[in-house]
C-alpha cells in the first residue's frame, strides 16, 4: 500500500511539474531541425508552418538544416537534445526507414522521438531529363531494358522517402538502375538540366515548375488520381506501374520525455497554425495535401509505417548501410 501511495504521489508530482512547464513554455526561443537540405520540401513546408507558430507563440523560432546519412544526422541530434520542448524535429517518410537501413543508429528512432501532428503529405512527380530522350514512361523503361544498369535516378539520401518511392517504382517496372544520393533536390534538378542524371521522382513543390515549364518531362505521379496542376500527367498505375505508390509524409517530432502538457500544447499550437488560411493557402500552392490531425492518429500511421518500411526495404534487397 505504502508502494502504490508512493508511486502515485511521484507519478502526480511529475504531472504536476510538466504542467507548471507547460504554462511557462515557451519563454525562449524554438529550434526546429530540418534533416534535409535548404530548399527540399521538408525544408520548405515547417518554415511554413512555424512562421505561423512563432507568430502564435510570440516566440522566435530558428529553423535549421541538418542533412546527411538518410535524415539521420538531425534526428539524432534531437532524440539526445533535453526533452523540455525546445528543440523540435520535422522529418519525412525518411524517420521510418531509417531503423531498417541503418541499424548502428546511436538512437532509436522507434524509442526515443515522439510523432506528434503530421504537416500533410507530398505528391511526387517522376521527373526524367530530356537530354537523354526520355520524354513518356515508355521511353524510360525501356532504355532501362536495353541498357541494364546503365541509367541511375537520385534521391534525397540513402534511405529517404524520394529513395523508396523510386525503388518501389523501380521494382514495378521491373527495372534496374544505378542510385546516386543527394542532400537535396536543387542540388539533383541541376544535374539533371545538365543530362547526368536520368530520372528522380521528385516532391510537386520542387518539380512542379521544371514540368510546368517543360525544361524536364514530367512521365508520371505518384498519387491515386491526376493531379489538378498537372492533368495531363497520368498516375503511375495509369502508366503501368501497379502497386507502386508511396506515402511521403512531412510531420513534427518530440524526445520522447518531453512531459505531455507540452507536447500537447505545442501539437495544439500547431493545428492552429495549420488551419490559418495564410498557411493552408501557401501549402495547397505546394501540392501538400492535409492529413488527419486528431491526437494520436500520426503516431498511429508512424507506428505502422515502421513495419511497412521494414519489409520494402527487404524486398528491394537494400542493404543497411
Same mark, same amino acid.
Given at each position: 500500500m505504502t508502494r502504490y501511495f508512493l508511486l502515485s504521489a511521484a507519478f502526480a508530482l511529475s504531472w504536476c511539474c510538466g504542467a507548471v512547464a507547460a504554462e511557462n513554455w515557451p519563454s525562449r526561443p524554438l529550434h526546429v531541425i530540418v534533416p534535409f537540405g535548404a530548399g527540399t520540401t521538408t525544408d520548405i513546408v515547417p518554415r511554413i508552418v512555424f512562421e505561423q507558430v512563432s507568430d502564435?507563440?510570440?516566440?522566435?523560432?530558428?529553423?535549421?538544416?541538418?542533412?546527411g546519412a538518410g535524415a539521420t544526422t538531425g534526428s539524432a541530434a534531437v532524440a539526445k537534445a533535453e526533452a523540455d520542448g525546445y528543440t523540435v524535429l520535422v522529418n519525412s517518410s525518411a524517420h521510418t526507414i531509417a531503423p531498417s537501413l541503418y541499424p548502428r543508429l546511436d538512437y532509436d528512432p522507434v524509442r526515443d522521438l515522439l510523432a506528434i501532428v503530421p504537416l500533410g503529405t507530398v505528391p511526387s512527380v517522376l521527373l526524367a531529363s530530356k537530354v537523354k530522350g526520355l520524354n513518356s514512361v515508355a521511353d524510360l523503361v525501356r532504355a532501362a531494358k536495353d541498357r541494364p544498369g546503365l541509367l541511375n535516378f537520385a534521391s534525397a539520401g540513402t534511405g529517404?522517402? +524520394?529513395?523508396?518511392?523510386? @525503388?518501389?517504382?523501380? $521494382?514495378?517496372?521491373?527495372?534496374? *538502375?544505378v542510385h546516386i544520393p543527394f542532400k537535396s533536390a536543387p542540388e539533383i534538378l541541376g544535374e539533371m538540366l545538365a543530362g547526368r542524371i536520368d530520372y528522380f521522382l521528385a516532391p510537386i513543390a520542387v518539380a512542379l515548375p521544371f514540368a510546368q515549364d517543360g525544361k524536364l518531362s514530367a512521365l508520371a505521379v505518384n498519387t491515386p488520381q491526376r493531379l489538378e496542376a498537372l492533368p495531363n500527367v497520368p498516375t503511375l498505375a495509369e502508366a503501368g506501374f501497379a502497386n507502386a505508390e508511396y506515402?511521403?509524409?512531412?510531420?513534427?517530432?518530440?524526445?520522447?520525455? +518531453?512531459?505531455?502538457?507540452? @507536447?500537447?500544447?505545442? $501539437?495544439?499550437?500547431?493545428?492552429? *497554425?495549420?488551419?490559418a488560411p495564410k498557411v493552408r493557402e501557401k501549402l495547397a500552392a505546394l501540392g501538400v495535401e492535409p492529413m488527419d490531425t486528431s491526437p494520436g492518429h500520426f503516431a498511429t500511421v508512424v507506428a505502422r509505417q515502421f513495419g511497412t518500411d521494414a519489409e520494402l526495404v527487404r524486398a528491394a534487397g537494400l542493404k543497411p548501410q
Open positions: 502564435q507563440l510570440r516566440q522566435p523560432v530558428i529553423v535549421e538544416n541538418r542533412p529517404t522517402a +524520394t529513395h523508396l518511392s523510386a @525503388v518501389r517504382s523501380n $521494382a514495378s517496372a521491373g527495372i534496374e *538502375a506515402s511521403f509524409w512531412i510531420g513534427v517530432f518530440l524526445p520522447s520525455k +518531453t512531459p505531455t502538457p507540452v @507536447v500537447e500544447r505545442l $501539437a495544439q499550437e500547431t493545428r492552429k *497554425a495549420l488551419a
